[in-house]
């Protein structure tokens, strides 16, 4: 599976579009971009997920470049709930199922 | 439909004791997979398991520590003779297939003193 790439921290005020970048630049063409997120010591909660079309559903939007090595997580309207470690995960499906954690962004909504 | 469920959610041993951690998967999910997060870590896959078969243990250590899916009931991941360095959390998730999204439960937060 490719690495990924992602800032450590980063601060969004709340009500305001999180934007949350991941370099991925060594991704094959069968290999997916997952998203999860961790709020305080709790489970990974999944996010989203894609290959090369953006996605949206009711949690985030997916941005991937077209060219397919880096992707862009938008929380449209972060609250302070929103607070928590974000990964991003590169992965071919079907080849073994495991998730390979980074160490990912931690996104602090501050009021 | 009730999510993963993992117990206990705390567990204290003593050095040397035995852990048993449980997972129960999401209602129709066959697949099972462990990860361990240590204090002020990532979190790191241990095992991938679906109905009575081991997939991929890639990640489990070589001694001590195994796990089983059996035909009926719960998953288990056993520690024998836990040492302080067991302290960790313990997640497992689960998924339909081995494509797609793994849905996490709780954890149990392993302590040994």
């Known amino acids: 599976d490719a690495k990924t790439t992602q800032p450590p921290s980063m601060d969004c005020a709340e009500g305001r579009a999180a934007n949350l970048p991941c370099n991925h630049s060594?991704?094959?063409?069968?290999?997916?971009v997952y998203w999860y997120r961790q709020i305080h010591s709790q489970g990974p909660q999944y996010i989203i997920h894609?290959?090369?079309n953006n996605e949206t559903n009711e949690m985030a939007s997916l941005i991937i470049t077209e060219d397919r090595k880096s992707s862009t997580l938008i929380l449209p309207h972060a609250t302070l709930r929103d607070t928590a470690v974000y990964y991003c995960?590169?992965?071919?499906?079907?080849?073994?199922?495991?998730?390979?954690f980074g160490q990912g962004t931690e996104l602090s909504v501050k009021p | 439909n009730a999510g993963v469920m993992q117990n206990p959610r705390h567990l204290v041993r003593r050095r040397g004791q035995e852990a048993r951690l449980r997972c129960s998967p999401m209602?129709?999910?066959?697949?099972v997979y462990w990860y361990r997060q240590l204090p002020e870590e990532g979190l790191k896959f241990m095992v991938y398991?679906?109905?009575?078969?081991?997939?991929?243990e890639s990640g489990m250590p070589k001694e001590r520590f195994s796990a089983e899916f059996p035909k009926e009931g719960p998953s288990i991941l056993r520690i024998q003779q836990v040492v302080r360095g067991d302290s960790a959390a313990y997640f497992c998730?689960?998924?339909?297939?081995?494509?797609?999204?793994?849905?996490f439960g709780p954890g149990t937060r392993l302590t040994v003193l």
């Open positions: 998730a689960s998924s339909q297939s081995g494509l797609g999204e793994q849905f």
């Open positions: 209602k129709g999910h066959s697949h």
């Open positions: 398991l679906q109905k009575e078969n081991i997939i991929d």
């Open positions: 995960i590169v992965r071919v499906d079907g080849a073994g199922g495991k998730l390979i």
């Open positions: 894609g290959l090369k």
């Open positions: 060594t991704i094959s063409g069968n290999e997916y």
